[in-house]
């Protein structure tokens, strides 16, 4: 198998999400774009593309079947509520597929905690389900993670984001509460607490404000130099796929056993201006995680 | 119109100003004297409503439901009502338990420009056998012909009022008018408004909306409010009573306010120096407690952090970002 051959996939969504990820993956040489999946054929998503895709679709997920075949997996930049259908679909016909809606289907990812918590890994079937959870799980996970590792005796984990209302589009302003949940669903996983709490707050400023999140962790103890210098080195590990993470406060203690620390993504300014922050890291992490499921089952099936 | 209603904030809005140390003893002895008093509803929880205990706006000494269970007890003819921002509540884990607790009104609230984020809570809501309002917080963050389309998107969700929160204590009499009109001129709904009195005006904005046909009032005993703190119900009450728009029985509202002013005198809101500057500037007054201590850590000047937090036009709900914006300033 040729291992330059690029991955073949298909964009479902033709809102932020979606037109970012399409822009971003036609520029991006280990990628071929088949296909961009949209639900009206005045989609201003679709038009944006036109003479760029080979298959521009307008009946929704049903207009994909003919050109499975065509692709190894696709990202559903759609919604909770739609993605149990498409996942339906793809998984039966042996597809992969980067799920960008809070749905909880598959198995949450956040590609910097791979090999750091135990359920983050690559899975062995070319049909796979990643869950890349929600933009604030993944500006989250990574500093709930570098925390979480220097404390014992966590009680309470809470992560908490503002973003620009402009980069918050329909889907996600209809699905807020699965906006919660699932980043919730995450935190409590690499936390190993069951007590968390995710809010989000949409920010109208203008001009529009870098999304922000802030981690406040409430534990027994806490080794304040360590969790400092783990949030350091994984902000940049993180910094590789996501050029726009820092840290703009570096843990300290909130309060008597409470660690906060706070974020902040500036996106690359693709299809959505800088302030899109949001959307740059999941669709990175999406982007980071396709390649690398696609190369770690080209090597499985060499084996 | 005496078809005007009160509504008592004094168990929501006051817990800011109590730093959400309010408890379900002090809960139950107020909606005692509440319930005799004809006020329509009391609101009660966390300054930020049903599940924004938090690290981030601050951790509730009493849980919502403790609270809620407190002021179910002694409400017979008021009605019980809470305050719900989603980004913070979410139906399955703060609407459901609400609804089966036995809460009467749900007022489910975004910033002014982001009445969309309501739309599930409200659609919700308003299939259940409660009552929904929607409300506009911070609402001198837009002008009126966009307030009044996101008024129209949360009446067309189901809600049976809207309500306009001069969040920061802004507007001026002229300038409530103007906004309650609008709505009443260009939606078929019912109007409530929601002071602060950062420029001293809370009574006198609560008169104004009520001459336009605003018929949900909203006041605090005492004025216990976030920032400077509310309109003053006791006040609202008797100067409404001499303007004859108001008839409730002024007394049974001074008990009330007196019950607030012994258990918390040294809690009571003012407005301050600092207050007038949150207040001129358009920032959320529930803000001030970090403000001030965030400026003592720093050794800096509080109006020099409003005026920035003015700057970057701060939304309710970003407290994280206070003290980011003062590191900025003090070049951390």
Known sequence: MNSTKPIRIAIIGTGNIGTDLCYRLLRDSRFKVVALVGRRSDSPGLHMFKNEVDHLIANGIEGLVPFLSEIDGAFDATSAFDHKKHWDLLANAQKWVMDLTPSKIGRPLVPVLMGKIPTMSLQNSISSNYSMVTCG??????????????????????????????????ATRLNIDQYIDSTEGLSALISDCNKVKAILVLNPAEPPVMMRTTVNISAASCDLEQAKATAARIVTEVQK?????????????????????????????????DYAGNLDIINSAAIETAFLHNSHNRSVDQK | MTDTRLYDVTLRDGNHALRHTLSSKF?????????????????VGHGNGLGASSFLVGKSVESDMALLQAARESLKKTK????????????????????????????????????????KHIEYLSNKNVIVHGVLMMSHMID????VVQAKL???????????????????????SERVS????????EVGFHAHNNLGLGVGNALSAIHEGASLIDGASMGLGAGAGNAQLENIVAAGSRELTLNPNVYSFLQMSKLVEEAYFDKLPRTTSSSTQSGLAGVFSGYAPQVIAISEELGMDTNTLWKEMANRKLVAGQESMIREIAQDLMNL
């Open chain 1, 137 to 170: 799980g993944q500006s989250s996970a990574p500093i709930v993670h570098a925390i979480s590792s220097a404390a014992t005796g966590i009680k309470e984990v809470e992560v908490s984001s503002s973003i620009a209302a402009l980069s918050a589009g329909p």
């Open chain 1, 241 to 273: 796929y996501v050029p726009g993470y820092e840290m703009v406060v570096e843990p300290y203690l909130q309060s008597l056993n409470t660690i906060s620390a706070t974020v902040k993504v500036t996106g690359a300014g693709f299809v959505l201006p």
């Open chain 2, 27 to 43: 809960v139950s002895s107020y909606c005692e004297k509440a319930d005799q008093s004809g006020v329509w509803a009391v609101e």
């Open chain 2, 80 to 119: 019980l009502a809470v305050h719900s921002i989603p980004g913070f509540a979410t139906i399955k884990r703060d609407l459901i338990p609400a609804i089966d607790f036995g809460v009467d009104i749900f007022r489910v609230a975004t910033h002014v420009t982001e009445a969309d984020v309501s739309q």
């Open chain 2, 144 to 147: 009126i012909k966009g307030l």
């Open chain 2, 154 to 176: 949360m009446k067309n969700y189901g809600a049976s009022a809207i309500i306009l929160m001069d969040s920061a204590g802004y507007f001026i009499p002229k300038e409530v």
């Open chain 2, 182 to 189: 609008a709505i009443k001129n260009e939606l078929d709904i």
